[in-house]
């Protein structure tokens, strides 16, 4: 089965959150792949700054700048129809401080589980770093899909940045016409 590293892109380039209401919620790193066993409060809220001219993104998977990272409801529908099981989800709220409107129709999440599935040997690294786990810095990263273990999502223990899926988890969310969701296949992507 071939494997993507999945990125949420904003369909309108201009669409920026500048804040986080977040003095309320306990402080885990959201990206480690550890599960979160106590309550967030909810919903979490984001405050969105975007052009006139713009209209909210369609998708928005992952933020590098956030620490809570979000994704559309529609791409929660998709993940959950092919039996993605190993993600949590929390109530969020992305506030067009502009418009005066909020958009309720967005997860923050969490990944539950890290795996190491670089092919480090085929990999090539963009030498800004020495480190081979949490942070690596790929310039070419080549997936080892035997490591990958038939797991349908997970964020990749080399660099966890990077959200890996499984080639049923592309269709499905190609076969919804979900816009803003790139995959990058073994080989292609950097980060």
Request: net charge negative; with cysteine.
């Amino acid at each position: 089965m071939a494997y993507y590293v999945m990125v949420g892109k904003s369909v309108y380039p201009a669409v920026f959150v500048e804040n986080l209401y977040r003095e309320h919620l306990p402080r885990p790193t959201w990206i480690n792949g550890q599960f979160i066993d106590f309550e967030i409060p909810q919903p979490i809220v984001y405050d969105l700054d975007i052009d006139e001219h713009d209209t909210i993104p369609n998708v928005k998977i992952l933020d590098d700048t956030l620490p809570i990272p979000y994704m559309h409801d529609s791409i929660v529908e998709a993940l959950l129809a092919v039996g993605v099981d190993n993600i949590q989800f929390y109530d969020a709220v992305i506030r067009d401080l502009k418009r005066n409107v909020d958009h309720t129709d967005f997860k923050a999440f969490n990944v539950v589980g890290l795996v190491s599935a670089a092919d480090m040997s085929a990999s090539t690294m963009m030498g800004t770093s020495n480190s081979t786990l949490i942070d690596a810095d790929f310039d070419r990263l080549v997936l080892d899909e035997e490591k990958c273990a038939g797991k349908l999502l997970f964020r990749l223990a080399e660099n966890i940045t990077a959200i890996v899926v499984s080639e049923v988890v592309k269709n499905e969310v190609q076969k919804r016409g979900i816009k803003g969701v790139m995959f990058y296949p073994s080989g292609e992507w950097a980060g």
